[in-house]
């Protein structure tokens, strides 16, 4: 056992295997003993597939398949045949998960109709009655995605979409107000002029069918007389038909009412983009034709209220957006969205994203990672474990001003309320999201890769909310996150040993559990194989607790299962556990922000609680020195004891039986006499009981007290009060206790 020892330190300060005492592990097709469980999702119910609804901008934008499901059995699997119809359809859903997980695509509708066809043989009626009752009961639908590589930018996309759909309406109605407004001033002071009130237009606006009943060079005549003739100034006709002419050809949103009159109408601009360099220069080249349409949109206002003033406003529109648009006039606008990869990001790009946060321009940016294992350029002493992304977030929360939101793609389905609030959000926002879809893992599908990034701390769940209030704690949130108060979440693991006994025990998920499910990192670790197993071997986490001095004498391991599901134990190298430290470091962090373990908040709460223990000590000092003869020491005697007396024993002060008392030494700190009576009965600096005033309270709770003490150390003693009503029924129950 002394040589296996050696060989496991060894290979855990050096990283160097010895063939005789451990195994490699590659081409074993080790995965972290937590996952055994979840070698196939198809036969699981959880959070995917999705449907991406449509025509939803709330927070049903994206709906589970197992949600549907549920809700349409809820109404549908009701009486005799229920358990039924939930059986016939609950398989046609592991039919559906199936076909999204193989890779197809289409509607619900399509994936359920695909789904049943493949049982229409060799099936009674009754189950396509349950399922066609069932998709009755179904008011949904929409595209199907799974947890792929694709399903970030497809559900950020669609959900970016719906709400720039709903934002663009109230655009479009408010253009078209303006331009319905703006167009009755003109056409009002066209029929007070000359050529409005000519008998050629008056005959025009009564139609042929009329034209002989009227006399229109007579009407004319006598409207030129009979009306003023208050018509605009030019310079007002003029900037009016500008106005419209602007408002017309804007190319912000789509507009059926241009289209349709105009059949050179400009396309309306695209706000989707795959790079943000693209975006920026958008956004740019632009700008000015947002200004000058913003611009129109205030002078309309201004017109169709009767306030415009040349003298006083034309100098104030003169410079408008000379300095850029405020807040205010961009939220009208549509946002962009880019959609970028950070294994694809150069520097140059890089900077271009930078630029977008630090402006606060009306650009939200999906920076989908598929990598957080990589391998740091600058050699083999450190895992990048997502740095690139963890730098951009860290840097976009620091502007202070940016809606930041972090996730795994196994996590964005119940994150969709806060995707719907960064998109919504007024300025940039930073989505950035751990695909799971690295093809250099070990095989396992994205949403167990996702979820066990976010579950081992090498991608955290966050968001940072500038518009949630004016501090850290409505700001940032971390409790999306497991158990968010430990270092490492706890998960019951449950396996048979080799006398078929069932064996229960909990076990931590760290940074080094989710690295060792990566095949590149396999020369980091090896397996011992079980007739070697001792007891140097201890988990994870128990060794990142441990401070070594020296050479250690235990090294940490894991448990994994093989292809088989057979338990397996592997010990790692030290350059894991220094980067499940690193990794813990960074999570603190999160957790301080978050207000978990605060340190500054801990500090505060230490210096607090020693003021009030000072001030306690003082109090019960002061209560001492008030007692007759507390704290006298006696006179010393004129002569030296003898050596061999004992020291006199403390001796009980000599009581009345009449008198109440508590025999404080023994008390046990239970509570029950203070929560009957705090006035009566107090704490000392020990905080253990005594009768702080007799005054305070009733025989009868002096005797509740002595009934409910779980030491019996209180004495009721005599009653004070003569006339308390029960005397003689409390004297009998305080008899015990005398």
Not at 319 to 342: K, M, T
Not at 371 to 396: C, F, H, V, W, Y
Not at 400 to 426: A, C, D, H, K, P
Not at 631 to 639: F, K, L, Q, R
Request: glycine share 6%; charged share 25%; aromatic share 8%.
């Amino acid at each position: 056992m002394e040589a296996d020892t050696q060989a496991h330190v060894a290979f855990f300060l050096t990283g160097r295997r010895p063939s005789e005492h451990l195994d490699a592990v590659d081409g074993l097709g080790l995965r972290p003993a937590l996952f055994a469980s979840y070698r196939d999702l198809t036969q699981l119910r959880y959070d995917f597939p999705l449907v991406l609804v449509d025509g939803r901008a709330d927070g049903l934008f994206a709906q589970s398949l197992s949600g549907i499901i549920d809700s349409a059995l809820a109404s549908v699997a009701q009486g005799s045949d229920g358990e039924r119809i939930r059986k016939h359809v609950l398989r046609l859903e592991q039919a559906i998960r199936e076909l999204a997980t193989g890779g197809a695509s289409g509607s619900l509708f399509a994936l359920w109709d695909k789904a049943s066809s493949q049982f229409t043989k060799g099936v009674d009626q009754s189950f396509e009655d349950s399922l066609r009752r069932t998709r009755a009961a179904i008011k949904v639908n929409g595209a199907v995605v799974d947890c792929d590589t694709a399903l970030p930018a497809r559900l950020l996309q669609h959900a970016w979409a719906a709400v720039q759909q709903q934002k663009a309406e109230g655009f479009r109605k408010e253009l078209d107000r303006l331009v319905l407004k703006l167009s009755d001033i003109l056409k009002a002071d066209y029929e007070r002029s000359a050529a409005g009130r000519s008998a050629q237009h008056l005959q025009a606006a009564v139609g042929t069918g009329f034209g002989d009943a009227f006399d229109f060079d007579a009407m004319s005549r006598m409207l030129s007389k009979a009306l003023p003739t208050d018509v605009f100034p030019e310079s007002r006709r003029k900037r009016i038909g500008g106005l419209l002419d602007a408002l017309s050809a804007q190319q912000f949103i789509s507009s059926p009412a241009a289209s349709a009159t105009k059949t050179d109408a400009a396309k309306p601009y695209p706000f989707l983009f795959d790079s943000c360099a693209d975006a920026l220069a958008a956004f740019r080249e632009r700008s000015p034709k947002q200004i000058a349409l913003a611009k129109a949109i205030a002078i309309a206002g201004l017109e169709i209220d009767g306030q415009y003033s040349e003298s006083r406003h034309d100098a104030l529109f003169e410079q408008f957006g000379a300095n850029g648009l405020d807040p205010q006039d961009l939220a009208q606008f549509p946002d962009y969205l880019v959609c970028v990869n950070a294994e694809k990001m150069q520097a140059v790009e890089h900077a271009h994203l930078m630029e977008i946060l630090a402006s606060g321009l009306p650009i939200k940016v999906l920076l989908q990672i598929d990598d957080i294992l990589e391998e740091s350029p600058n050699g083999e002493s450190k895992l990048t474990s997502g740095m690139r992304s963890r730098q951009i977030a860290n840097m976009a929360i620091g502007l202070n001003e940016v809606y930041v939101l972090q996730s795994s793609s196994s996590n964005l389905f119940r994150f969709r309320e806060r995707l719907l609030r960064g998109l919504t959000y007024r300025g940039s926002a930073l989505f950035s999201v751990f695909s799971g879809a690295s093809a250099k893992s070990s095989g396992l599908p994205p949403y167990l890769m996702s979820a066990a990034a976010m579950e081992s701390r090498a991608f955290p769940a966050f968001t940072y909310d500038p518009s949630a209030g004016p501090n850290w704690a409505s700001r940032f949130y971390l409790g999306a996150n497991s158990q968010v108060d430990l270092d490492w979440p706890i998960q019951a693991f449950t396996y048979e040993d080799e006398q078929h006994q069932r064996v229960s025990q909990d076990m931590a998920f760290t940074l080094v559990d989710f690295v060792a499910s990566d095949h590149r990192y396999a020369r980091h670790l090896a397996r011992v194989p079980r007739e070697k197993w001792n007891g140097s071997m201890i988990p994870v986490d128990e060794s990142l607790t441990r401070e070594r001095k020296g050479l250690p004498d235990k090294v940490p391991s894991l448990l994994m299962v093989d292809a088989d599901n057979v338990l397996q134990k592997v010990i790692v190298d030290e350059r894991l556990i220094r980067e499940a430290r690193r990794c813990r470091e960074m999570w603190h962090s999160l957790q301080e922000l978050g207000g978990i373990h605060n340190s500054h908040a801990e500090k505060l709460l230490a210096r607090e609680k020693k003021t009030w223990e000072e001030r306690l000590q003082h109090e019960t000092e002061a209560r001492e020195a008030t007692v007759p003869g507390a704290g006298v020491s006696a006179a010393p005697s004129a002569s030296p004891a003898p050596a061999a007396t004992s020291a006199p024993v403390e001796q009980e002060p000599e009581r009345s039986p009449d008198e109440a008392y508590i025999e404080t030494p023994r008390c046990s700190t239970c509570n029950e006499c203070t929560t009957l009576n705090n006035k009566l009965f107090s704490y000392d600096a020990n905080k253990q009981a005594y009768i702080a005033d007799i005054q305070a309270g009733s025989y009868a709770q002096l005797v509740e007290a002595a009934e409910s003490c779980q030491v019996s150390i209180i004495h009721p003693g005599k009653p004070r009060n003569l006339q308390e009503p029960g005397l003689d029924e409390l004297l009998k129950r305080a008899a015990a206790f005398q």
